[in-house]
């Protein structure tokens, strides 16, 4: 199959890519990241050849052979960016959203109310949307009370890509985003775009970090929302992440996934309402 490279206006084939090498990247990635890429063979060949051919690779074979034997981050890096898809909007799944407004941040900010101190964690959160949409929602309940408590959640991605664009917070917007918040939670800019007043952007502290890796923060979370990030795992994968989340989150705690997501039977969260457990 032939795609039309609209920049060059000529035609483009995707390089091949043999068994071996395929099964060699995708073991490689899936050990890694925990991304299964065992069925996405044309989507590896799609996204990369165009990338590999300007980088000078003249075949699947010398990028793999590097990237394997080098560990190179930058290549690392651009093959992750291209293999995922960090595809995510204002209010996403609002039903959601609002069983967190409603039911979660009540509970959580009553159980503060000494320290004044919430922990919440955005596991793979893409390009901002997801922690600051969280933020609004926090800033809004708490209202002028908000300067007295610390609502800093932690924000992670394993995409250098997604991260630098939710540094900058600058968003088309939906025609979902409620009227104050766009005036009292965004600025415009050119374009018909807008950023993200710096009081939110500061709430966030993102961070990047693979979900692989062994949970290690300073502390546990009283809510860690990992939504449309599973879906890119095998059932073995999502069982130890969600393990991992379980022993990060504080008695009582809460995980939010998506609602095309499920936990297995035997997790050891309980499940609240669609897509909503608690420890």
Request: glycine share 6%.
């Amino acid at each position: 199959m032939t795609k039309t490279d609209k920049g060059e206006g000529t035609a483009f084939s995707p390089m091949s890519i043999s068994d071996a090498d395929f099964n060699r990247l995708v073991r490689f990635i899936q050990s890694n990241y925990g991304i299964d890429l065992n069925q996405k063979r044309q989507l590896i060949t799609g996204r990369l050849s165009s990338t590999l051919k300007q980088k000078g690779y003249k075949s699947f074979a010398d990028f793999v052979n590097h990237v394997l034997n080098t560990k190179d981050q930058d290549e690392i890096t651009l093959l992750l960016d291209k293999l995922t898809t960090n595809y995510t909007f204002f209010m996403r799944e609002k039903e959601h959203l609002d069983y967190f407004c409603n039911n979660i941040i009540p509970d959580i900010v009553r159980r503060h109310q000494r320290d004044k101190t919430l922990a919440i964690w955005s596991a793979g959160c893409s390009t901002g949307e997801e922690p600051y949409n969280i933020t609004m929602f926090l800033f809004d309940y708490l209202g002028p009370q908000a300067g007295q408590w610390d609502t800093r959640l932690l924000a992670t991605d394993i995409s250098n890509r997604a991260m630098t664009a939710a540094k900058k917070g600058i968003y088309e917007l939906p025609d979902t985003i409620p009227p104050d918040w766009k005036r009292k939670y965004f600025t415009p800019v050119s374009g018909g775009q807008y950023q993200v007043v710096p009081k939110v952007r500061d709430n966030v502290i993102f961070q990047p970090f693979n979900l692989m890796d062994p949970i290690r923060f300073r502390r546990k979370f009283d809510v860690i929302f990992c939504r449309n990030v599973m879906i890119y795992f095998d059932q073995p994968t999502k069982d130890a992440l969600v393990k991992r989340f379980y022993d990060y989150t504080v008695p009582g705690g809460y995980l939010l996934i998506s609602k095309s997501e499920n936990l297995s039977t035997d997790t050891p969260y309980r499940r609240l309402a669609p897509s909503t457990f608690q420890k």
